[in-house]
């Protein structure tokens, strides 16, 4: 499934893990709301290529995919990626109805947002709302660990809606509907369809879709959350008062610890870019070239270094 549960930590019981995780060690997960062996998808090429979310085809020896006029076909999943949680199911046919790809960039708060698919087992069901936010960001969503910006919708979002499309009010796919929050009622998320279109043809050849990553868990730091901490008698130790990304944790055996990354370094500039948030740091390593060289700015207490960082893939995202 796309969310994973971490097991406890020794961390959990840090203040100053705490502090910057909340009291329960990350965002509440989001409830994927699919029942076992159903889903949706919709088809983007006339020949049987489906879109769909990974997580809804992740594992499955057999893939039996129903359209709207009853027909039933064998599929077989061509590709998948974990990490952007789209996969792409193809099925032999020839003249099949094709759902029209809007642009998701051209959204605005507001507008109309329709959601298709098959919650709860009942077919073809379709449901009203509009669109909350853009951007939302995954770790705000719940599941930190993938690289997304959510289109948040209040159109109903139940199980067996995962994988089906977001449409405008002119018919156009600007989505794919994938989590709703287990924590709140009337809020669910869908993945832009202009990412979709980034990958969708490298998953229907079946090739891999590679994703650079340093190897650290962080979060955004501001002066004021500094002070916070650093006022905190319990607090395991003090934070610089500047704006930038706080290491919270460093995996081993990956770039970021090769390059001598500590916990409690403030990233505050990669490559000459300041860096404020951890969705900004993760968006320029998303983008960078699989093994480039990062110069990675830090302050480690009141020591400003310069650290190269070379990315490497992350792998097991299939």
């Known amino acids: 499934t796309v969310t994973r549960r971490s097991s406890p930590d020794q961390l959990l019981e840090d203040p100053f893990f705490r502090r910057f995780?909340?009291?329960?060690?990350?965002?509440q997960s989001p409830r994927e709301e699919h029942l076992r062996g159903q889903g949706s998808g919709f088809i983007i090429d006339r020949s049987g290529v489906i879109l769909t979310n990974s997580h809804v085809v992740n594992g499955a020896d057999k893939v039996t995919v129903t359209l709207k006029d009853g027909r039933t076909f064998e599929g077989k999943v061509r590709g998948a990626d974990e990490v952007t949680d789209l996969a792409v199911v193809k099925i032999d046919g020839s003249s099949?109805?094709?759902a029209s790809l809007g642009n998701s960039d051209q959204i605005q708060v507001g507008d109309w947002a329709i959601a298709v698919g098959n919650p709860l087992g009942l077919d073809n069901t379709v449901t009203l709302g509009i669109v909350s936010t853009l951007k939302r960001s995954s770790a705000q969503v719940g599941i930190p660990d993938k690289r997304l910006d959510f289109i948040q919708t209040d159109a109903a979002i139940n199980p067996g809606n995962s994988g089906g499309p977001l449409v405008n009010d002119q018919g156009e796919v600007i989505g794919i509907n994938t989590a709703i929050r287990a924590d709140a009622m009337g809020i669910g998320f869908a993945i832009p369809i202009n990412k979709a279109k980034t990958i969708k043809d490298q998953l229907a050849k079946g090739e891999r879709i590679v994703h650079p990553y340093l190897g650290v868990q962080m979060t955004m730091l501001t002066p004021e959350l500094a002070k916070q901490n650093n006022s905190d008698p319990n607090s395991a130790f003090m934070v610089p008062e500047v704006n930038g990304v706080i290491v919270v944790r460093?995996?081993?055996n990956t770039p970021a610890a090769k390059a001598g990354l500590r916990r409690g370094d403030v990233i505050t500039q990669i490559d000459e870019q300041t860096i404020t948030t951890a969705e900004q740091l993760q968006t320029i390593v998303e983008n960078s070239r699989?093994?480039?060289t990062l110069q990675v700015k830090v302050q480690r207490g009141d020591v400003i270094k310069q650290l190269p960082v070379q990315?490497?893939?992350l792998k097991?995202?299939?």
């Open 250 to 252: 460093v995996l081993p």
């Open 290 to 292: 699989l093994g480039q």
């Open 311 to 313: 990315t490497a893939e």
């Open 21 to 27: 995780f909340g009291e329960e060690g990350f965002p």
């Open 96 to 98: 099949l109805p094709i």
């Open 316 to 318: 097991n995202a299939a």
